[in-house]
């Protein structure tokens, strides 16, 4: 029976093997990028297999059964030399019993690792799993979604390349279209969001990005910053979509001479007790002027599944708000399979069915062929990589201006090469993204704009030119003269309020 002092010392050993493993995985020079998804595998398998050993040697340490602190005693005794000699017996009577025991040293084990990959066979080369639209982790396979989204109830009918540019837009989709469905949607999303990057980045800690998102998103949800979903800091009515405007009455006094009728159908609005005189009405309902539902007294509300609607809505609001906020880390984790799906996806519409083909029939041989998977390309001039993953003719190269280079601050100093990929860019996700995180709208006022500075300059003047424009038409609002049935002459503010009131 093995001790636990040779427990421990077989914990440390693998420790340190499956350590100098993991060093030499990582040194190894990968190729293509089926390498380095299993090199990346293999590296997680050994790091799960590296804290299960440790966590083993934890426990044996912490001694829990007193075994090997017997043990200690045994050996460290007035009888040390007999302990000595009766297990010297043991092993003898042991190997007596058992003459062509093989005893396979660890070292064998981590030997016939480092074999199989540098030989590996067929099976250790798939050894993620992949459909074929994703190209074994160089592309995204969003059908499913496409058309769970394309089935929703009021979504645009878009075609699939432009769902690939605009699905992370979320922030767009109107709130009262953010339903059950679409909630289902988002769980769909960011399912199959979670178990890609899972194959493709298995050394990502999942369970520290999904804390992190947590506490960036908590912050902003409370702060009323998130995207799609602001901060409502408007009265109880206008939250209830009321008609009836608190801000022209500055007592339950006003109120009262509105009557019965038009006091009730505003406390039903709200789902409010609307029963009692005219006075405990009107005081009922002056009291949630500039409130929301959430701050108001329960015992104001009438007792029905209405009076609970509020906070149920805020809560799945929120819910939805933070799978959306999920959706927006995975989608900047995956922009680079983002961007190579959506080119993917364009050269293969411009393509006819037998070019398509025989590009499969290309990319199957050359899977097939590890020299060519080896070779290395000639590419001195640093040329891009055409679609053959060969460097494009230098005249290619020059008649599209690739030889210039453009800089966008906002998109985080990303480089973009000829003009024509710069000026797209401005409609992709990294730029919009990058807008949205300085709380700018990415829309036609701020094309061509690459500087984080110019782009703050223009929304500053947008919104002066506003303020000016508005200014402008609540002048002439307020110019504009009313008659009442007397009469008089008054502005239309004036004419406005008194209508409300009933005192034309």
Known sequence: METILEQQRRYHEEKERLMDAKTKEMLHKKSTLREQINSDHRTRAMLDRYMDVSANLRDSYEDKDGMRKDELTAISGPNEFAEFYNRLKQIKEFHRKH?????IPMAAEFEELLKARDNPSEEAQ?????TDEEGYGRYLDLHDCYLKFINLKGADKLEYISYLSSFDQL??????RKNADYKRYLEMLLEYLQEYTDRVKPLLDQNELYDKVLIDFEKKWDNGTFPGWPKETSSALTHAGAHLDLSAFSSWEELASLGLDRLKSALMALGLKCGGTLEERAQRLFSTKGKSLESLDPSLFAKNPKAKGPKKDTERNKEMGFLEAQVYEYVEILGEQR??????????QARTGEEREEEEEEQLSESESEDEDNEIIYNPKNLPLGWDGKPI??????????????NCEICGNYTYRGPKAFQRHFAEWRHAHGMRCLGIPNTAHFA?????EDAVACESALWTKQASWTALCVTWCLSEEYEDSIGNVVNKKTYEDLKRQGLL
């Open 393 to 406: 003719p230098y005249w290619l190269y020059k008649l599209h201006g690739l030889n210039i280079n453009y």
């Open 339 to 348: 961007q190579l799906t959506h080119e993917n996806v364009q050269r293969k």
């Open 171 to 176: 922030f767009d989709i109107p709130k009262d």
């Open 99 to 103: 003459p062509n025991e093989i005893s």
């Open 126 to 130: 798939n050894m993620v799993e992949f």
């Open 448 to 452: 061509n704009v690459t500087q984080i």
